[in-house]
């Protein structure tokens, strides 16, 4: 096998490793941002349910999880799903990535003046309007560090994949590996995994200038 | 129709746990007066206020905006009026914090015509216009597109009174207006609020401005401990041997 060759592959094997990334960040950032209002809300139950699950979000493995998710249709439905496999891994990924940013957003909201809501309050917002108009906004630009954090984090997560079989870029790598036995396609994929990341921090700096604006 | 009562706050009360703050506050507005509170600190000025305009729930008492009940005293206890009438009764009143809070991330003319767009439905065109017209009379044409972080103390207070203005407000509230201003800028705000009275702008101002509020005010109360202790023109006030109230004014001048 050719460089070429071994390039095409990882460039397949990063596609998927990409979709994981896109697809996990499009749900996870507006679920955490619904868990957040829970582990906020004033009833206690509601308050504890997210506070547990977001504990056990942040406490065990994500590739436990993604065993767990993979495996529930089994256990609930006594059989298994046909092509679960890549749903199963958007769907761990998306639900401790929420966990993990429904944190942040909480900090970052309760960090927020409380004068904010009170000018907003008297000015006749009500409060959705507070809170997408007024506070929102100025949340993303709180947090947006915090949230480049986990960003990149996820890139790198996103080869736990394997853990399902499926074959994202580390997972075709190391396939690739084996046949020559040789570690250069993990070296290559190491070298993409970086130019990724290097990509994602060029884009959450420009969000962060782009919030620069003000202070 | 200028003897038009604006403000009616009877047998107002206010309790933090056991701490009493507000012992039985009664106050009366007319349309184009300008009332002054004065007092020592924690004898409850920013909590009448914020009873006033709603961003507190007071214990028992009387709130009354023109014809609109906002809180009354039903059966010996407190009963707010619906959502909805509280909602029309904060369009009566505009208040200004001592600390501004603008929207940081608005430009100026934002923050004035955020609030009459979208609570409002004043057409765009309309709220930018006024925005506009409030921001020449504030002696500031020429910040519409700035940000509040890139305006001095003095003008981004002046701001905030436009924003408050920009909803044409029955009565404005300010908390100690210049209180975070050094003396330079404490005076263009000043002036500001001249203007408002001259304008015949029905106001009430907490502030340590003795001699704006002597100039400015047509009544001026003294609060301490939660109650109004003395309540007269300036001219009374001043000549007043009122011995706290005397007290606190010497402080003032030491
Ligand atoms: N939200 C609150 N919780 C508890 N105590 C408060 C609260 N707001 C005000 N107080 C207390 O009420 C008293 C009066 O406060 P305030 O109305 O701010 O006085 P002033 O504006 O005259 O300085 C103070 O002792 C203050 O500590
Ligand atoms: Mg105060």
Redesign the pocket.
Known sequence: MNLAVMLKQLSEGLIVSVEIFLLTLLFSLPLGLLVSFGRMSKNTIIRGLVKFYISIMRGTPLMLQLIVVYFAPYYVFGKNINGFRFPAVIIAFSINYAAYFAEIYRGGIESMPVGQYEAAEVLGFNRLQTFFRIIFPQVIKRILPSVTNETITLVKDTSLAFVLAEVEMFTMAKQIAAKQSSIMPLMVAGVFYFVFNAVVAMIMEGFEKKLSYYR | MDNEILLEIKNMRKS?ND?E?LKDINLTVKRGEVISII?P???????LLRCATLLERMDSGCLKYLDSVAASMVDGSIRYSSKKELKKIRNYFGLVFQNFNLFPHYSVMRNITEAPIHTEGVPENEAKENARRLLKELGLSDKENAYPCELSGGQQQRVSIARALAKKPEVLFFDEPTSALDPELTSEVLKVIRRLAEEKMTMIIVTHEMQFAREVSDRIIFMENGLIQVEGTPDELFASDHARLKEFMGRLNA
Request: charged share 10%; net charge positive; aromatic share 10%.
């Open positions: 933090f701490l703050v007092g600190s924690g004898s409850g000025k920013s909590t």
